[in-house]
């Protein structure tokens, strides 16, 4: 079987509005292997809703659409659904009576614009919206099936789960065996070449590899069926093998996760004196649950009289060396270790951009400095890239930087 996905909405069209859902329902859909024939973003009108359609139940076995179905007049994609499958609206009053007590729940008036949201397909399936108010829509025709979601990427994803295993079980598609191995500070085209080897090996015997990279990171994820997991839990144990110093975890892991494990492990405390990274390690940190038994606080100190004043930092270092340098690095990382009482500190100090860089300093340069009671590490790194990719990187290196130091493989 193949799928297509639509997403409805101007604000897509004139790059208002990022369409992440796409991205997401077609790995969803990869990872139950299901191929996607093609992902169509389209205006909220009867025509471009219509020609999709029409384009799509040709061509494919499963149609996907989000977007279109909020409660203003804006948003016509229920109506035009409804009457392209010959269907009518009617009041689904279980799902009125829900929505309304979500709006007193919370204070606030239940008008008959919430109420129209439960009118829905007399002869569609409903699939209940466990996060909002904008019921999801299953239609038939032709033996194809099409259904319809809101745009709100939380509940689009909501309602996604809920109708996965259903694909699964219609279409016989097997259950499949996805093993996931996650590297930082490698880039992907070495790591590839350095497996090659491995990943001849793999192929030919007919299991999926994928690399899938991001800022700093990548994924070698691996698949094949359910019988074949331990013959995949090998060859992903031969892939770790060669870079240790580089892994960090599986599936979902986060480097914020598996430091504060490390953390937990240890018994130890946790701070941050960020400079170009303005906090945003922080907030990583503290994103993952139970962060306040091992992270103690942040001091954002970006201005030269802001690192002297809070974390000691030596006025005749600051103006001999300047902000970005070993030696302010070193001694923002130690400040934080005294000002905060902390058993490790990450310190971070660099040129965004993208202005402020020089010859010697250009735009990219970053110091990082992991700091412990008895001695400090630090390095130097060159993204040279975007201000906000720049950023993003100066924490995921960072956040790597002390997992290294967490398990001695930083001299």
Not at 34 to 52: C, G, N, W
Request: net charge neutral; aromatic share 8%; with cysteine.
């Amino acid at each position: 079987m193949t799928a297509e996905i639509i997403t409805i909405g101007d604000e897509i069209l004139v790059g208002q509005t990022v369409d992440t859902n796409s991205a997401w329902i077609a790995k969803q859909l990869k990872l139950i292997g299901v191929p996607v024939r093609q992902i169509l973003s389209i205006a909220d009108t009867k025509e471009a809703i219509t020609s999709a359609l029409d384009a799509a139940i040709k061509s494919t076995d499963l149609v996907l659409v989000t977007g279109g179905l909020g409660p203003t007049k804006d948003d016509i994609t229920k109506q035009v659904l409804v009457e392209y499958f010959n269907d009518e609206l009617v009041l689904h009053q279980d799902i009125s009576d829900e929505i309304e007590a979500y709006f007193k729940s919370i204070n606030r008036p239940f008008l008959e614009v919430n109420r129209q949201q439960a009118m829905l397909p007399k002869n569609a399936a409903v699939v209940r919206n466990d996060l909002g108010t904008a019921s999801g829509m299953w239609f038939k025709k032709n033996g194809k099936d099409v259904i319809s979601m809101p745009g709100v990427p939380y509940e689009m994803k909501g309602l996604m789960k809920k109708v996965l295993p259903e694909f699964q079980a219609k279409y016989k598609l097997g259950d499949f065996y996805h093993r996931t191995v996650l590297f930082q500070g490698v880039p992907e085209s070495i790591l590839a070449d350095e497996v090659s080897d491995l990943e001849n090996e793999i192929r030919s015997k007919g299991i999926s590899m994928a690399y899938l990279p991001s800022t700093g990171q990548v994924k070698v994820r691996l698949t094949a069926t359910l019988e074949r997991q331990e013959e995949i839990a090998r060859y992903i144990e031969q892939i770790v093998s060669r870079f240790p110093g580089a892994f960090f975890g599986y599936e979902e892991d986060k480097l914020e996760k598996v430091i504060g494990k490390l953390l937990l492990e240890k018994n130890k405390t946790l701070g941050t004196v960020e400079s170009c990274t303005g906090g945003a390690i922080a907030a990583r940190i503290v994103s993952i649950p139970g962060s306040s038994k091992y992270f103690k606080g942040s001091i954002v100190s970006y201005a030269y009289e802001i690192k002297h004043s809070l974390v000691d930092v030596p006025n005749e270092d600051l103006w001999e060396y300047g902000a970005v340098s070993k030696e302010v690095i070193e001694k923002m990382a130690v400040g934080g270790i005294n000002k905060l009482d902390v058993d490790y500190c990450i310190a971070t100090s660099g040129i965004a951009g993208p202005d402020g860089g020089t010859e010697m300093k250009p735009v990219g340069t970053v110091w990082i400095a992991i700091a412990t009671r008895e001695k400090v590490y630090s390095k130097k790194f060159n993204f040279k890239q975007n201000r906000s990719r720049n950023i993003e990187s100066t924490v995921v290196y960072g956040l790597n930087y002390l997992r290294r130091v967490l398990i001695g493989i930083e001299d």
